[in-house]
């Protein structure tokens, strides 16, 4: 998507984004770490130090959510925030568990301690990841920051399925230790119609649709290098 400088309604902005999002080079679904999963080749080593590193994201994101909610201003808004917060916590669902706890199940399906979770050393494009997710909320219009999760859990679902399926059919996982993924197939999906309704109530001028456009693609970049794993 081109830089616009003539203002578009924010729906023709949404719709544009998306088209961008779904060519971008650094879509997590077509990840070679994915690819390698889903095709079998990925040696349980690389599937580990992903595990390692990818939580380090998401034991943060509970924390993240609640920041959201914290800065959002609109009441009808605030609500479905909260509920992610509530889902990323302790989850909605009865039997449900919070995601990163749902992580912690897969993470011991393949040798990997909580206490091996909790200390991993994080890699330069971790940090990097963690450190801008925390900085937006802190630096940005609460509806910039939350629209361009268009970018970030608009588009797990994709990846998150194919890696549940790819660690049942490849490597033999049961389904109830890789539901950390089943769950985000749907649940980001919800999430990312969420920051897309905030996104036409909100991106209306073409200053705030540069800057969601800018901080939605730097998000898909962050999250693809967290998952680029050592041979």
């Not at 959201?68 to 925030?81: Q, V, W």
Request: charged residues 25%; glycine residues 6%; negative net charge.
């Amino acid at each position: 998507m081109a830089v616009q400088s003539d203002a578009i309604s924010s729906a023709e902005f949404v719709r544009r984004l998306k088209e961008e999002i779904s060519k971008h080079p650094k879509q997590r679904i077509n990840h070679p770490f994915v690819r390698a999963v889903c095709a079998g080749t990925a040696s349980l080593e690389q599937i580990r130090q992903w595990a390692l590193q990818d939580y380090q994201f998401r034991r943060a994101v509970p924390r993240i959510a609640m920041l959201r909610y914290l800065a959002c201003s609109d009441p009808e808004i605030a609500p479905r925030i909260f509920e992610v917060v509530e889902e990323e916590t302790r989850g909605l669902l009865p039997g449900s568990a919070g995601h990163p706890d749902m992580f912690v199940e897969f993470a011991a399906s393949i040798g990997i301690t909580r206490k091996e979770l909790e200390t991993a050393r994080l890699r330069p494009a971790t940090a990097a990841h963690l450190y801008y997710a925390e900085l937006v909320v802190h630096t940005l219009p609460w509806f910039v920051m939350m629209a361009a999760q268009i970018g970030a859990e608009g588009t797990f679902p994709p990846a998150a399925a194919a890696l549940g399926q790819g660690f049942i059919k490849q490597y033999g996982m049961k389904p109830g230790s890789v539901r950390f993924f089943t769950v985000h197939a749907e649940a980001d999906e919800d999430h990312g119609k969420l920051a897309e309704d905030i996104a036409l109530r909100y991106i209306t001028s073409p200053p705030l649709q540069e800057q969601t456009r800018a901080v939605t693609l730097r998000r898909m970049e962050l999250l693809y290098d967290i998952w680029t794993v050592d041979d």
